[in-house]
Each structure stands twice: as structure tokens, then as C-alpha cells.
């Protein structure tokens, strides 16, 4: 069966890092474009950051472009949230996700076109 595990969370304080991981199990990982999401508390799951099969394209929330870095290692089968410059309202839990991708440089931002999540990580940023 397919997993998705996130691993890298915790308690930091603002302006701090952390580096989010997410190892993928019993799916082809090269074969799906991979996102990050994040729920607050009483707010709804919101887009993060999406990279295609290769890698090679990237996208971002405006609420973390420049400060946040998705990457993945194909060989490893996992994903990586590079979380720099945290602030308080960064404070989620934050979930990787897996869309299956025709086209390598595809990338796909709803969480309705998912089909596989991890359980979540969460993240505090203190003040």
C-alpha cells in the first residue's frame, strides 16, 4: 500500500528554519508530481509548494515564496520543504501529497486532484 510519512517538524522560534521530509512507499515516485498543503487551526487546507516528476518545476504560495524551497530526490523517493525565515502564521499542520503527473513538468496545486496524503507533521513558529 501506498505511504507518505512526514518527518522534520517541531518548535521554532520566528525567523527560524526546519526542513520538512516526506518518504514515499509502494508507488512509483517518479511518476507523481509531490505538494506540500497546510492546515491552521480552524482554517481550511491550503497550497504550500508543488514540484513536478523531474523536479524541475516549482511552485509556491505567495505567502511563502522566497522563504520556503521544495526539492525531491527520485532516488531516495522523497520530498523536502525547506522552511527558512518562519513566522508565527506559518504555525500548521503541514502535509505532503502525491498527484499522478503525464507530463514530467507538470504541477498541480488542488488538493482535490491528490490521491495519496500523509497523516501530517505539525509546525509551531513561537513569537
Known amino acids: 500500500q501506498v505511504q507518505l510519512v512526514e518527518s522534520g517538524g517541531g518548535l521554532v522560534q520566528a525567523g527560524g528554519s526546519l526542513r520538512l521530509s516526506c518518504a514515499a512507499s509502494g508507488l512509483t515516485f517518479s511518476n507523481y508530481a509531490m505538494d506540500w498543503f497546510r492546515q491552521a487551526p480552524g482554517k481550511e487546507r491550503e497550497f504550500v509548494a508543488a514540484?513536478?516528476?523531474?523536479?524541475?518545476?516549482?511552485y509556491y504560495a505567495d505567502s511563502v515564496r522566497g522563504r520556503f524551497t521544495i526539492s525531491r530526490d527520485n532516488a531516495k523517493n522523497t520530498v523536502y520543504l525547506q522552511m527558512n525565515s518562519l513566522k508565527p502564521e506559518d504555525t500548521a499542520v503541514y502535509y505532503c501529497?502525491?498527484?499522478?503527473?503525464?507530463?514530467?513538468?507538470?504541477?498541480?496545486?488542488?488538493?482535490?486532484?491528490?490521491?495519496?496524503w500523509g497523516k501530517g507533521v505539525l509546525v509551531t513558529v513561537s513569537s
Open positions: 514540484t513536478s516528476r523531474s523536479g524541475a518545476n516549482t
Open positions: 501529497a502525491a498527484v499522478l503527473a503525464f507530463y514530467s513538468g507538470d504541477v498541480n496545486t488542488s488538493p482535490a486532484a491528490m490521491k495519496y
